[in-house]
């Protein structure tokens, strides 16, 4: 069962964690089961960047992100080669590590 280590991240995970997942899950439905709540103003419909997270490690294990997905990420604060949006990147058999943006551009949530 592969493993996604999230980052310390000073709000949401201060502490870090190194999380069980399941092939086929997504990361952001492993972190919310798991107490870190990553915010995510469209649902899970690949509609905003407030799920944007930074694959430190494990990148090439996901499959590739599709255009709407970019296009989204074009959006997002702190833009890096290895972002992926949390509710598109499905985990496979490998180990991910994963850091979580300090910002992100959540317009329902501001406080972020």
């Known amino acids: 069962m592969p493993q996604i280590i999230f980052l310390p991240h000073e709000e949401l995970c201060p502490e870090g964690a190194a999380i069980e997942a399941k092939t086929g899950e997504t990361v952001l439905d492993v972190a919310l089961k798991n107490g870190i709540s990553i915010p995510h103003a469209c649902e899970k419909s690949c509609a905003c960047t407030t799920c944007h997270i930074v694959i430190r490690e494990g990148f090439d294990s996901l499959e590739e992100s599709d255009e709407l997905e970019d296009d989204m990420l074009d ?33 329902v949530n501001e406080d972020h």
């Open 75 to 107: 959006k997002a604060w702190g833009l890096e080669a290895e972002s992926r949006l949390g509710c598109q990147a499905i985990i496979s058999d490998e180990d991910l590590v994963v850091e979580i943006p300090k910002y992100n551009l959540n317009i």
